[in-house]
């Protein structure tokens, strides 16, 4: 899961939140919705719900909105070990041994699937 946090907007430009307010006009209380979160070294600058969180009890989308990660973390896998591979710290010959540490792993079945 990953869950949102009211920051204020101060920080953004009045226009870019116009912009991104457009980009989203057409999305409704009715219809299934968006969180958006504009990032910066860790602080958040920007982030708004669109649209409903929840269709059947017509709750809308905010700040605190939960939503569940699904199959999306894998695509965020792949883009980190991109990232490693950039960054010389990982090549696809290696194996996950050469990235975990198994020292502290009691269970010798799981220890041997590593």
């Known amino acids: 899961m990953i869950r949102g946090q009211a920051y204020s907007q101060d920080q953004i430009n009045p226009g870019t939140i116009n912009r991104i307010d457009s980009l989203f006009q057409h999305?409704?209380?009715?219809?299934?919705g968006y969180m958006i979160a504009i990032i910066n070294?860790?602080?958040f600058l920007f982030e708004k719900g669109y649209g409903s969180a929840n269709l059947e009890y017509k709750i809308p989308i905010d700040a605190n909105s939960a939503f569940n990660v699904a199959s999306l973390s894998k695509q965020f896998t792949g883009a980190c070990i991109a990232l490693l591979m950039l960054e010389g710290k990982y090549l696809w010959k290696m194996t996950s041994k050469h990235i975990f540490?198994?020292?502290?792993?009691?269970?010798t079945q799981l220890k041997s699937s590593i």
């Open 101 to 107: 540490q198994t020292s502290h792993i009691i269970d």
């Open 41 to 43: 070294d860790r602080d």
């Open 27 to 32: 999305i409704e209380s009715t219809t299934p």
